[in-house]
């Protein structure tokens, strides 16, 4: 079956441009997740979703990211007036239910570059 | 503060040796832990967790992970190491508390010589 996908895997951005980046997870999977994951880093948790709501969004990193999920399925993070400090990838990860151990799949991710 | 700590940036294995990947965790009460691997260009692929019961844990690949409520560490073990094992590795943890962030460790790099 399909995994997780993210579109698109490599965005260069010039500073001051605002970028969107989709999320398409697994089919029916209820939770989405969105981390940011710098270079030679572990990923970091920024916000997620349970089907249409936002529920946790304490670690988005500034009023400049934006994150939704209208439909509860497809999310798009959103990063406006982007600098340089934003170059990371960006990690979409989505699981079945609501569980605490439940398995986060990841997508590959989108590599932003911001000149 | 919650954290996860994988003190080695590298490990390297001689092909058909034993290999494991350290991973220590700070966190209140009992966590779930995760283990996740990544390949280059690629996401990150799910290896194994721990959720509750026996504290040996096996996953994919051959890998296994020993749970140490003491010791609280959760290290990722193989008995005979493949030259496809080499990639960079990451411990997750999931606090109790938390109904959905998990604090990653920082990657440790697996490299296995033929």
């Known amino acids: 079956g399909a995994g997780v996908s993210q579109s698109p895997r490599y965005k260069v951005a010039k500073r001051g441009q605002d970028v969107a980046l989709r999320c398409d997870p697994i089919?029916?999977?209820?939770?989405l997740f969105w981390y940011q994951q710098a270079l030679g880093q572990g990923p970091e948790f920024l916000t997620y979703?349970?089907?249409?709501?936002?529920?946790?969004k304490s670690g988005l990193p500034s009023d400049r990211f934006f994150a939704e999920r209208p439909e509860g399925s497809v999310s798009t993070l959103k990063i406006q007036r982007t600098q340089q400090e934003d170059s990371a990838v960006y990690l979409c990860?989505?699981?079945?239910?609501?569980?605490?151990?439940?398995?986060?799949?990841f997508g590959p991710g989108t590599r932003l570059l911001v000149l | 503060a919650q954290s996860v700590a994988q003190p080695e940036d590298q490990v390297n294995v001689a092909e058909g040796n034993p290999l494991t990947v350290k991973c220590t965790y700070s966190?209140?009460?009992?966590?779930?832990l995760f283990w996740y691997v990544q390949y280059p260009n690629r996401g990150l692929q799910f290896l194994l967790k721990?959720?509750?019961?026996?504290?040996l844990v096996k996953g994919s690949y051959g890998f296994e992970a020993e749970f140490n409520k003491s010791q609280t560490s959760f290290h990722l073990k193989k008995p005979s190491a493949l030259v496809s094992d080499s990639a960079l590795y990451f411990c997750a943890v999931r606090p109790l508390s938390s109904a959905s962030k998990i604090i990653f460790g920082s990657g440790t790099r697996l490299s296995i010589r033929p």
């Open positions: 979703f349970q089907n249409e709501a936002q529920l946790d």
């Open positions: 966190v209140s009460g009992n966590p779930y």
């Open positions: 721990y959720i509750t019961g026996d504290n």
């Open positions: 089919s029916g999977h209820v939770s």
């Open positions: 990860a989505s699981s079945l239910g609501l569980a605490g151990g439940e398995t986060q799949y």
